[in-house]
């Protein structure tokens, strides 16, 4: 997928999420406002888009999103628990209808066993409930294409709340 599909992807998301009169907020750390800027590159994103917090730092985390210091120093910051309370985070501090929440190592360094490059955390929920996470391990295929992956399987995440 290339960014013309990226920004397609956007589109029908946009017009989804409009006519199901639904707004997004989303928590980004390894994507650094990537999926926000995808969405507002959309003519009409204004009625959907409710805002987007970009915490790269664990300190952000927890004052804009209020992830726990005890989950970031227990599971990590690039951990499913991580991700889930960030979009907890979003959803609630925004008052939109649906949010997403992405954390990851892009690399090219950074990475562990454990964890390593490539390694990404994306977490969904709307106000009904629903919650869906993704563990993804792109692998090392560089930065771009581990940030560009995750905007991809994020949006796809979005879309599949709104068909539910």
């Known amino acids: 997928m290339n960014n013309a599909d990226i920004e397609e992807r956007a589109r029908l998301l946009i017009e989804h999420c409009t006519a199901a009169g639904k707004t997004i907020a989303t928590a980004e750390s390894c994507t650094g406002g990537l999926i926000i800027g995808a969405l507002t590159e959309i003519a009409g994103s204004s009625a959907v888009v409710d805002r987007g917090y970009v915490t790269y730092s664990n300190q952000a985390k927890i004052d804009m999103l209020g992830v726990s210091a005890e989950t970031l120093a227990t599971a990590g910051a690039v951990s499913r628990e991580t991700a889930l309370q960030m979009s907890a985070g979003a959803l609630w501090r925004?008052?939109?209808?649906?949010?997403?929440?992405?954390?990851?190592?892009?690399?090219?360094?950074?990475?562990?066993?454990?964890?390593?490059?490539?390694?990404?955390?994306?977490?969904?929920?709307?106000?009904?409930?629903?919650?869906?996470?993704?563990?993804?391990r792109y692998g090392d295929i560089g930065r771009e294409g581990i940030r560009i992956a995750t905007v991809q399987t994020a949006l796809g995440m979005l879309e599949g709340l709104i068909q539910s």
């Open 94 to 136: 925004s008052g939109a209808d649906l949010a997403i929440a992405v954390t990851g190592i892009a690399g090219p360094s950074g990475g562990s066993a454990e964890k390593p490059v490539g390694l990404v955390h994306l977490a969904a929920r709307d106000r009904h409930g629903r919650l869906h996470h993704i563990e993804s």
